[in-house]
């Protein structure tokens, strides 16, 4: 039964791999960072000369890159993921799905798949990044790479899976209630502003001039809170990349995040059943929305 | 064999399912019917664990049905039908082989055998979108029966299907069962009940009205249905006891008994006059148990 459960999970991971690799988004996912990244170069933008590079630059470029790149991962990877949810409620395929394969095994194989998806879109930028800085005999990439600490980067590659794994199962919790492929915004929503708020604040702690003090007298307090998923994630490798924590600290920090989203996991599990088979329920999310809406009509008929 | 042992489930206020008890051996086929919200479906979902009865057992071959039996052993089509529509028939059906465990080469080889089979027009290339409804709801019974379930579960199979296609599932119903596959099935069709069923549970507001082999059933109105042919003295008719009524047809006449016994005064008074091709004392049909039952504060009995 256990090889089952693995052959089921691989099923769906590849199902959905198969599904991504021929859809329009996952390439335009793709695509326009890098449309974008070559705008920049052609007009010249890029003066990124880390050639006399110190140890504070490199923390600083660290402090803003990430926040940003675990935005913009979690906003693409959410938004598929959500997609995919969604697509299996209005094709209403799900019940059928449910009879054939738990969810649990559907969740994970779902999250697989984009791990996987991720782990193809950073390989084919990576090569991409190799290819030019061969052809134009640059090395910014080799320089922020070969200067960077192994251990902080084992950290933040870490520490990036976990925000992105916390976002996806929120995201796939909340898509599961979805009755209408247009409401896919409103699975997303709720946890982009969650992680997008996370990335402002990390921005804010890597301006030292502000917080570094503070957060060294509210040292404890902070420890606690970033112990929550995803904002430790989203917080903590400007912190440690600003040395405002230790990494003992951020370590700690991701065992106990993982901890909890193995807590969470459980219930989005059952809530992801229950979302999946409830086809008349409305999304609870749109509902707030509508009340929203229909309450403002009133007022306005008042 | 599956068993169900009193069980019952309750939403709030609304008795959904109120000591349902029944029992399938393997090769078997219990047709379960009643009207829309009569408790069908809520069974189908105790039984595939979609939702735990509040009392009662659900056992298989003694033991309690868990969800790996479910996912190994059970197919199920259900009423809402579902099937990703931009994906072709063939990798539809082999997703749905993979997460039952199969091979790619024998899930290909039973794929084309049973669209055979089932008549299904066009060819495994061609997308879901492009099929009609009883197509599609035929690839529908194919994910269900390509892995050779032990228990095949139907929620309204016929709903959508024209006589031809409907004779077609009939005939893959009957050779599950000759491979000694037990079958559930709900339908508002009572002639497929009859031309189906080894045993009928009837349910009313989640109650069981009627329970049994075909046979039991009938015997339990008795024969109060009588067809005469060449015969049609109606007035003579009318004025024996117990006929409840007496409706006059093209070449003979249709009479309702409130018992079994007056067929006797009946024969003999018809066949005083002469030579009578037809006298069939006959049980009522099950489409008139469905009526009576359903609406049984309303009608005199059968």
């Known amino acids: ?302 | 064999m599956i068993e169900l042992q009193h069980v019952s489930k309750r939403f709030g206020n609304f008795n959904a399912v109120s000591d349902l008890s029944f029992s399938l051996h393997s090769g078997q086929i219990l047709s379960l019917i009643g009207q829309n919200g009569a408790g069908k479906s809520t069974t189908f979902h105790m039984i595939l664990d979609f939702i735990k009865p509040d009392s009662g057992k659900i056992l298989w071959s003694g033991k309690p049905l868990t969800p790996d039996a479910i996912t190994a052993k059970v197919g199920y089509m259900p009423e809402e039908r579902g099937l990703y529509p931009k994906e072709t028939i063939k990798s539809q059906l082999l997703y749905f082989a993979a997460l039952h465990g199969m091979k790619k080469a024998e899930a290909i080889i039973l794929l084309d055998d049973w669209m055979k089979r089932l008549n299904v027009v066009g060819k495994s290339t061609d997308k879901i979108e492009s099929l009609s409804k009883g197509n599609a709801q035929k690839v529908q019974l194919i994910a269900c029966l390509m892995f050779k379930p032990q228990l095949l579960i139907l929620d309204e199979p016929f709903s959508g299907l024209d006589p031809v296609n409907s004779e077609l599932l009939i005939k893959a119903i009957l050779t599950a069962k000759q491979q000694g596959t037990m079958v559930i099935f709900s339908t508002h069709n009572m002639d497929n009940v009859q031309k189906l069923s080894d045993y009928i549970v009837m349910l009313k507001h989640g109650q069981t009205v009627l329970k049994g082999t075909p046979t039991e059933i009938y015997r339990q109105f008795g024969r109060l249905r009588l067809d005469i042919e060449g015969y049609q003295n109606v007035e003579r008719l009318k004025r024996i006891q117990g006929v409840k009524k007496v409706t006059l047809m093209a070449n003979g006449v249709h009479l309702e008994l409130n018992n079994e016994q007056c067929g006797k005064i009946i024969f003999t008074e018809v066949t005083k006059h002469g030579y009578v091709p037809v006298f069939n004392q006959h049980y009522p049909d099950l489409e008139a148990i469905f009526k009576y039952e359903v609406h049984k504060k309303a009608y005199d009995r059968l």
Not at chain 1, 273 to 282: D, Q, T, V
Not at chain 1, 284 to 299: D, M, Q, W, Y
């Open chain 1, 1 to 302: 039964m256990k090889i089952l459960k693995q052959k089921q999970v691989l099923a769906v991971a590849c199902h959905e791999i198969k599904g991504q690799l021929s859809s329009f988004t996952y390439w335009t996912i793709i695509l326009w960072p890098l449309l974008i990244a070559a705008i920049f170069e052609r007009s010249g933008n890029i003066h990124l000369d880390l050639s006399t590079s110190n140890y504070l630059n490199l923390n600083l470029f660290w402090g803003n890159f990430l926040p940003i790149f675990i935005f913009m991962v979690s906003l693409s990877y959410v938004s598929i993921m959500a997609n995919s949810v969604a697509v299996d409620k209005t094709s209403k395929i799900s019940e059928m799905l449910l009879a054939m394969v738990d969810a649990k095994e559907q969740l994970i194989g779902k999250i697989s798949a984009t791990y996987c998806l991720m782990l193809l879109h950073m390989t084919i930028y990576a090569g991409l990044i190799y290819i030019y800085e061969r052809v134009t005999h640059g090395f910014i990439v080799q320089t922020i790479i070969r200067n960077t600490s192994p251990v902080f980067f084992v950290y933040i590659v870490l520490d990036a899976a976990v925000a992105l794994f916390m976002a996806l199962v929120w995201a796939t919790e909340i898509a599961s209630y979805v009755t209408d492929e247009s409401q896919v915004a409103v699975a997303v929503i709720p946890v982009m502003l969650l992680i997008g708020t996370g990335t402002m604040v990390a921005f804010l702690f890597n301006a030292p001039h502000y917080f570094d003090a503070g957060i060294s007298v509210m040292r404890v307090y902070a420890n606690v809170v970033l112990a929550f998923p995803p904002i430790g994630s989203l917080l903590m490798p400007t912190l440690l990349a600003n040395q405002n924590v230790s990494y003992v600290e951020a370590y700690l920090n991701i065992i106990i995040q993982l901890v909890i989203i193995a807590w969470l996991l459980k219930q989005s599990i059952r809530q992801y059943r229950f979302g999946l088979l409830s086809s008349k329920k409305a999304n609870p999310f749109l509902s707030v929305l509508a009340h929203e809406n229909t309450g403002n009509l009133k007022e306005n008929k008042r």
